[in-house]
């Protein structure tokens, strides 16, 4: 298996956005060709210091979703409406808006992303509670489990 191949760019990305975007180009179904990592970022977990609601990114390393660590300990309604999220983005690509990744899940994966304010921040995307099994086993079955079976 070769190691995820590296885009990284010299300056995070951080910013002000809610999620960071470069070099995407396909769609959600061809990306799954190959399998999609979870990965601990300490980038993630420095945009996360900044903005709470900012717990995730993708276009950060091929084909890898990154996520801070206090992803790890949100509710599963939020860890996988996150997750969901930034997959929309791995498919829709680096150009495309909020809007149209979620578009993405919901087309490919049949899940819709809800946006909640709470706790563990405004505008945070989730997941309806009886969506979880639905998504948990998906996520199994496409191989993104790294970081969620700790
Ligand atoms: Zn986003
Ligand atoms: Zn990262």
Redesign the pocket.
């Known amino acids: 298996m070769p190691q995820a191949v590296s885009t990284r760019r010299k300056q995070p990305a951080s910013a002000q956005t809610t999620c960071v975007r470069n070099s995407g180009d396909s769609r959600l179904a061809a990306n799954f060709k190959n399998p999609i990592k979870v990965l601990h ?1 300490s ?2 977990d420095a945009e996360h210091r900044k903005a709470k609601r900012q717990y995730a ?1 993708t276009f ?2 091929r084909n890898v979703i ?1 996520v801070a660590s206090a992803w790890i300990n949100l509710p599963e309604e939020w860890k996988y409406g996150i997750l969901l999220h930034e997959i929309g983005h791995l498919g829709a690509g680096q150009d495309a808006s909020e809007r149209s990744a979620n578009k993405d899940v919901k087309e490919y994966i049949g899940v819709k992303i809800h946006y909640r304010d709470g706790k563990y921040g405004n505008r945070l995307e989730s997941i309806k509670r009886s969506d979880v099994s639905f998504v948990e086993s998906w996520l199994k079955i496409q191989g993104v489990r790294n970081a969620i079976s700790r």
């Open positions: 970022c980038e993630a990114h950060h390393l990154c």
